[in-house]
C-alpha cells in the first residue's frame, strides 16, 4: 500500500476544507475576536497541505523542488499566526498595532527569501548565498512508505535554525497567553483553553524535535498537525459564541428584522449588529473595532447610563433623513440551565405615538388657530417669569390688545375670512417679539403679550409699532382686501413691584378699555 498516496488524499481533503474556513471566517459578518487571522491561519494552513501533498506525489525532482518552494510560502507564518490570534484572546484587542508586530514579522520574511533563493530546478549548484536556509538536498526512498516512493531530503542551513527557534517561542508565548486567559475565563471556556494551551506546548515540542536532525524529515506530519490544530481552534474559540449564541439570538429575534438589533455578550461586548443598525449607526460607530455598550454614548450620552439601571432608554436616530424616535430595551438572552449567554439590544420604533403625543401636547399648549399659547399656559409661563422679575427687580410689561371692529370682518367676509387675519396678524405681531417675550391668546380676538425685559415705556413703543403694522396691512382673502386695526393696553414696572401678577395684568386690560373708549386705533399706558 502507498502511503504516501493516502497522506496526499488526506492532504488535499484538508486543504480543500480548510479553503472553505477561508471563505467562511473572512466572509463573516459577526464581529468574533480573531476570525480575521483564523481565515488567514486556515490559508496558510491550506497552502502548506496542497503545497506538501503534490511534492510527495510529484515524479521529478524539479517539480519536487518547486512544490517545497511553494509550500514555504505559507509556512513562516503559520506559528506567527498562531500567536497573534492567541495574543488577542489576551489582550482582547480586536486590531493589533501595527507596532507590535512588525518586528515579529522580520524573521518569516527573511527565511522565505532565504529559501526562494534556493534552487527551483534540479542540477544546479547552489552558490553561498542559495544555502542559507537548504544547504544542500538528495535524493531518497522508502519502501516501508511505498514500492517506488521517492522523495527530497535537504540538509537544513542557518535560516532553517532560525525560524524554528523562532516558532518553537512563539509556540511557548501562545501557551502562556492562553493560561493566562485561561485564569481568568469562564468555567465554560477554560477546557478549551487549556487544549489550546496543551496544543501550543505540542507545537513547541515538535519544533525541538525537527531541531536535533540535520535533514527533513523522509514524510513530514506537520502539514496533517498544522491543519488539524487550525479546525480545532476553530472549536475551541468559536463554538459558543458563534454555533450557540449568535444563531439563538438569530432565530428569536435578529433574522428579517427591519429595525435595529444588537448582539452583545455577557461583558457588553458588541458581537453582531444587524444590516438596519449598521446602516442608523455606520456614520457614527466604527464596527470594524470592538464596540461596548459605552460606545453608543457617544452618539447618546444617557444611553448606556439608562440601559444599565432600568434596561430601557428612548433615543433619536436619522432613518432616510428622518428623525425616528426607539425606545431601546436590553434583554438577557438566557436558555435553560446554561444560564446568561448574553445581551440583546432591542430597538422598538415608537414614532407614531411619539408624534401623537407631541401633537396632543401641542394641542394643550397653543391655540389651534394662531399657534399662539393659549391662555392656561400664558398664566403658567408668564406668571413664572413675573415671579422673577420680582426676586431679580427687573423690568417687565404687560401688553393686551384687540382688533378693532373684527365682528364686521367676520360678519361681511365670513369666519374664515376672519380666522385667516387673525393668523395672519399673529405672524406679524412675532417678528416684532424677542425669545423671552411670552405672546398668548387671551379670548376671542383679544391677544397678550408679557415683555420679560421691557419697562412700560419701552412696551409703549413696541405697541405703537404693531398698531402700525397692523393699520397698514392689506389682508387679502380670495378678492377681498380686508384692512382692521388694533388697540392696545399696557402697563408694568422698571424696578420696584408694587401690584400681583393679576393687578398688572388688570391694568393693561383698562388701558385697552380706554383706547377702545378713545376712538380705538391707539396705544395707553397706564402707571
Same mark, same amino acid.
Given at each position: 500500500?502507498?502511503?504516501?498516496?493516502?497522506?496526499?488524499?488526506?492532504?488535499?481533503?484538508?486543504?480543500?476544507?480548510?479553503?472553505?474556513?477561508?471563505?467562511?471566517?473572512?466572509? +463573516?459578518?459577526? $464581529?468574533? *475576536?480573531?476570525?480575521?487571522?483564523?481565515? &488567514? #491561519? =486556515?490559508?496558510?494552513?491550506?497552502?502548506?497541505?496542497? !503545497?506538501?501533498?503534490?511534492?510527495?506525489?510529484?515524479?521529478?525532482?524539479?517539480?519536487?523542488?518547486?512544490?517545497?518552494?511553494?509550500?514555504?510560502?505559507?509556512?513562516?507564518?503559520?506559528?506567527?499566526?498562531?500567536?497573534?490570534?492567541?495574543?488577542?484572546?489576551?489582550?482582547?484587542?480586536?486590531?493589533?498595532?501595527?507596532? +507590535?508586530?512588525? $518586528?515579529? *514579522?522580520?524573521?518569516?520574511?527573511?527565511? &522565505? #527569501? =532565504?529559501?526562494?533563493?534556493f534552487p527551483w530546478?534540479? !542540477?544546479?549548484?547552489?552558490?553561498?548565498?542559495?544555502?542559507?536556509?537548504?544547504?544542500?538536498?538528495?535524493?531518497?526512498?522508502?519502501?516501508?512508505?511505498?514500492?517506488?516512493?521517492?522523495?527530497?531530503?535537504?540538509?537544513?542551513?542557518?535560516?532553517?535554525?532560525?525560524?524554528?527557534?523562532?516558532?518553537?517561542?512563539?509556540?511557548?508565548?501562545?501557551?502562556?497567553?492562553?493560561?493566562?486567559?485561561?485564569?481568568?475565563?469562564?468555567?465554560?471556556?477554560?477546557?478549551?483553553?487549556?487544549?489550546?494551551?496543551?496544543?501550543?506546548?505540542?507545537f513547541a515540542f515538535?519544533?525541538?524535535?525537527?531541531?536535533?536532525?540535520?535533514?527533513?524529515?523522509?514524510?513530514?506530519?506537520?502539514?496533517?498537525?498544522?491543519?488539524?490544530?487550525?479546525?480545532?481552534?476553530?472549536?475551541?474559540?468559536?463554538?459558543?459564541?458563534?454555533?450557540?449564541?449568535?444563531?439563538?439570538?438569530?432565530?428569536?429575534?435578529?433574522?428579517?428584522?427591519?429595525?435595529?438589533?444588537?448582539?452583545?455578550?455577557?461583558?457588553?461586548?458588541?458581537?453582531?449588529?444587524?444590516?438596519?443598525?449598521?446602516?442608523?449607526?455606520?456614520?457614527?460607530?466604527?464596527?470594524?473595532?470592538?464596540?461596548?455598550?459605552?460606545?453608543?454614548?457617544?452618539?447618546?450620552?444617557?444611553?448606556?447610563?439608562?440601559?444599565?439601571?432600568?434596561?430601557?432608554?428612548?433615543?433619536?436616530?436619522?432613518?432616510?433623513?428622518?428623525?425616528?424616535?426607539?425606545?431601546?430595551?436590553?434583554?438577557?438572552?438566557?436558555?435553560?440551565?446554561?444560564?446568561?449567554?448574553?445581551?440583546?439590544?432591542?430597538?422598538?420604533?415608537?414614532?407614531?405615538?411619539?408624534?401623537?403625543?407631541?401633537?396632543m401636547e401641542v394641542?394643550?399648549?397653543?391655540?389651534?388657530?394662531?399657534?399662539?399659547?393659549?391662555?392656561?399656559?400664558?398664566?403658567?409661563?408668564?406668571?413664572?417669569?413675573?415671579?422673577?422679575?420680582?426676586?431679580?427687580?427687573?423690568?417687565?410689561?404687560?401688553?393686551?390688545?384687540?382688533?378693532?371692529?373684527?365682528?364686521?370682518?367676520?360678519?361681511?367676509?365670513?369666519?374664515?375670512?376672519?380666522?385667516?387675519?387673525?393668523?395672519?396678524?399673529?405672524?406679524?405681531?412675532?417678528?416684532?417679539?424677542?425669545?423671552?417675550?411670552?405672546?398668548?391668546?387671551?379670548?376671542?380676538?383679544?391677544?397678550?403679550?408679557?415683555?420679560?425685559?421691557?419697562?412700560?415705556?419701552?412696551?409703549?413703543?413696541?405697541?405703537?409699532?404693531?398698531?402700525?403694522?397692523?393699520?397698514?396691512?392689506?389682508?387679502?382673502?380670495?378678492?377681498?382686501?380686508?384692512?382692521?386695526?388694533?388697540?392696545?393696553?399696557?402697563?408694568?414696572?422698571?424696578?420696584?413691584?408694587?401690584?400681583?401678577?393679576?393687578?398688572?395684568?388688570?391694568?393693561?386690560?383698562?388701558?385697552?378699555?380706554?383706547?377702545?373708549?378713545?376712538?380705538?386705533?391707539?396705544?395707553?399706558?397706564?402707571?
Open positions: 500500500m502507498r502511503y504516501d498516496f493516502l497522506m496526499a488524499a488526506f492532504l488535499f481533503a484538508m486543504g480543500g476544507f480548510l479553503l472553505i474556513l477561508v471563505i467562511f471566517s473572512l466572509t +463573516r459578518r459577526e $464581529l468574533m *475576536l480573531g476570525f480575521v487571522l483564523l481565515g &488567514l #491561519l =486556515a490559508l496558510a494552513n491550506s497552502i502548506f497541505a496542497f !503545497g506538501y501533498a503534490a511534492f510527495i506525489l510529484a515524479d521529478s525532482e524539479s517539480a519536487m523542488l518547486q512544490f517545497n518552494h511553494i509550500q514555504y510560502i505559507a509556512i513562516p507564518f503559520i506559528y506567527l499566526l498562531w500567536y497573534l490570534i492567541s495574543l488577542q484572546q489576551r489582550t482582547r484587542m480586536r486590531m493589533l498595532p501595527i507596532n +507590535r508586530i512588525w $518586528l515579529l *514579522l522580520i524573521i518569516p520574511i527573511v527565511c &522565505l #527569501l =532565504a529559501n526562494f533563493l530546478n534540479s !542540477g544546479i549548484e547552489p552558490k553561498w548565498f542559495q544555502q542559507l536556509y537548504f544547504v544542500s538536498y538528495r535524493v531518497a526512498t522508502d519502501s516501508g512508505i511505498g514500492n517506488g516512493y521517492v522523495t527530497l531530503l535537504f540538509k537544513k542551513g542557518p535560516m532553517y535554525y532560525a525560524l524554528m527557534g523562532f516558532q518553537m517561542l512563539l509556540a511557548l508565548l501562545s501557551a502562556r497567553n492562553y493560561f493566562l486567559v485561561f485564569r481568568k475565563s469562564e468555567s465554560l471556556y477554560k477546557r478549551n483553553l487549556l487544549m489550546l494551551m496543551i496544543a501550543s506546548l505540542i515538535l519544533l525541538t524535535i525537527t531541531m536535533i536532525r540535520n535533514e527533513t524529515a523522509i514524510i513530514d506530519s506537520a502539514p496533517l498537525v498544522t491543519g488539524a490544530f487550525a479546525i480545532f481552534m476553530l472549536l475551541a474559540l468559536y463554538k459558543y459564541e458563534f454555533f450557540d449564541l449568535i444563531p439563538f439570538a438569530y432565530r428569536q429575534l435578529f433574522q428579517g428584522s427591519a429595525l435595529p438589533v444588537v448582539i452583545l455578550d455577557k461583558s457588553k461586548t458588541l458581537i453582531s449588529a444587524n444590516s438596519s443598525a449598521r446602516k442608523i449607526y455606520g456614520g457614527n460607530l466604527d464596527f470594524r473595532e470592538i464596540l461596548s455598550l459605552k460606545d453608543f454614548d457617544q452618539i447618546d450620552d444617557k444611553f448606556n447610563f439608562d440601559l444599565e439601571k432600568t434596561g430601557e432608554h428612548e433615543t433619536v436616530l436619522e432613518k432616510n433623513g428622518d428623525a425616528r424616535y426607539y425606545k431601546v430595551t436590553l434583554e438577557s438572552l438566557r436558555r435553560g440551565e446554561k444560564g446568561l449567554f448574553g445581551y440583546l439590544l432591542r430597538f422598538i420604533d415608537v414614532t407614531d405615538h411619539k408624534v401623537e403625543m407631541q401633537r394641542m394643550a399648549t397653543y391655540d389651534d388657530l394662531t399657534q399662539t399659547y393659549n391662555r392656561r399656559v400664558f398664566y403658567n409661563k408668564a406668571s413664572e417669569a413675573f415671579d422673577q422679575a420680582v426676586l431679580d427687580k427687573s423690568r417687565f410689561a404687560f401688553i393686551m390688545f384687540d382688533l378693532d371692529n373684527f365682528k364686521e370682518v367676520n360678519d361681511i367676509y365670513g369666519h374664515q375670512a376672519g380666522d385667516m387675519v387673525l393668523v395672519e396678524m399673529a405672524g406679524i405681531v412675532r417678528k416684532h417679539l424677542a425669545d423671552s417675550d411670552i405672546f398668548s391668546r387671551y379670548g376671542g380676538e383679544e391677544f397678550i403679550i408679557y415683555c420679560s425685559n421691557r419697562d412700560p415705556d419701552n412696551a409703549y413703543e413696541l405697541a405703537e409699532k404693531l398698531r402700525y403694522d397692523l393699520g397698514s396691512q392689506v389682508f387679502e382673502y380670495n378678492t377681498h382686501k380686508i384692512k382692521v386695526t388694533a388697540s392696545f393696553g399696557v402697563s408694568g414696572a422698571t424696578k420696584q413691584v408694587t401690584k400681583s401678577f393679576e393687578h398688572y395684568i388688570k391694568d393693561s386690560d383698562d388701558g385697552l378699555y380706554r383706547a377702545k373708549n378713545e376712538g380705538k386705533n391707539k396705544v395707553v399706558k397706564v402707571q
